[in-house]
DNA sequence: TCCGATATTAGGACTAGGTACTAATAGTAG
DNA sequence: CTACTATTAGTACCTAGTCCTAATATCGGA
């Protein structure tokens, strides 16, 4: 017996911990014993199979996946506004919304808040961003409910452009801005029924 | 014969796509035909057995990993990386990403496909936006394809500040051009002792 | 040195989820 | 009615195991 046995068991969760998709016959090979050892051994440190690591593996992957793709429709809840003036809205930072790693909001999550909220301000059928300039002045974290302000602060007919500054606060604190210079048709539509089209 | 063998084949495709930790049994079951009709279709699309399927997952994740980069967050998908040189995404702008009323995608899809392409390419523990100017210059529309590609313009390491260009094509036509200037921890992560779990 | 405990190995039966192949049958178009 | 495609059935074989029994090997202590 060259290592004894609790020595080879501690190297064998190690190896596999490093390079999970290796056989029972391989790690047999690798440490000198038979499979029937091996396969002992896994199951005196609870070690799953071979397949069934790979699928721990490829099932984590996919609910990562899931967890961190979508972003939804609509960014935020309006909770006032007024056309062609100012609006507000609120956002609460879920774990969907930050990197795992930190525990961050994506800066597109404030994006999309400020971005929603200066195309729901426009009182034309048809509103687009064409250029932003944005700051974020503080990083978000998970659990925080972000506030945004938007208020439009020039309209040019003849150039169907108009400016919305928006501006994010969690609490007092300003932890985003942008100035959204927006495209619009100028053929004002808000006496419709409201669709929810932003 | 309910539906046409290409019919079915196509629906299997998109099922598989969809979901891919499933058996031949159960898809037989799903579409009311033998585990071999499954097989021989499976065949004529090349699409590889459950376990095959899983591996691919599983070892995708692991190269993920290696990277020690959100891979797996940016919106779109990474068809190339170059750390702290440049990256390309692709992103299918599906009905979920445009306003109904018009089928124009909104802004911060194509913001969020950028800025995501910006964290990834920066080879670092953190990376964070600060500071972003972006244009919209044409609209892009349901069922297009846009191609994100940013460059990294500038590593200014005492400021732990990166710039990155990103300039977004549906087919040869500029639709989206960004430049991002990135906060970063400036503490490389590549040679990191890898520790996957099983 | 022998005895008993622990460790290791060998082998067989069985499993899931397949591949690869042959053969039979069903349905449809010309 | 025949030719052809599509579908189904069945067999042998594969990998990477599980679960179980039985036979050895090795070691530590009296």
New interface residues.
Partial sequence: MKRSKKDRQRQLQEK???Q??VTDEELADFFGVSVQTIRLDRMELS??EL?E??????????T??VR??P?E?V?GDVIDIELDKSAISIFDVKKEHV????G?A???HL??QA??LA?AVIND??A?????????TR?VNEGERVVAKAKVTEIQERKERTTVQVSSYVGQELVFEGDFIMYRSNTSVKDETN?N??
Same sequence: chains 1, 2.
């Fill in positions: 596999i911990k490093e999970p998709f070690i799953p397949r690591r790979i699928k721990h593996v490829a099932e984590k992957k996919l990562d996946e961190s793709l972003i429709e960014i990197f795992k790693r930190n961050i994506r800066g597109h994006f999309a971005n929603s195309v059928e048809l687009l961003t064409a250029k932003a300039n944005i700051r974020f990083s669709e089209s932003y």
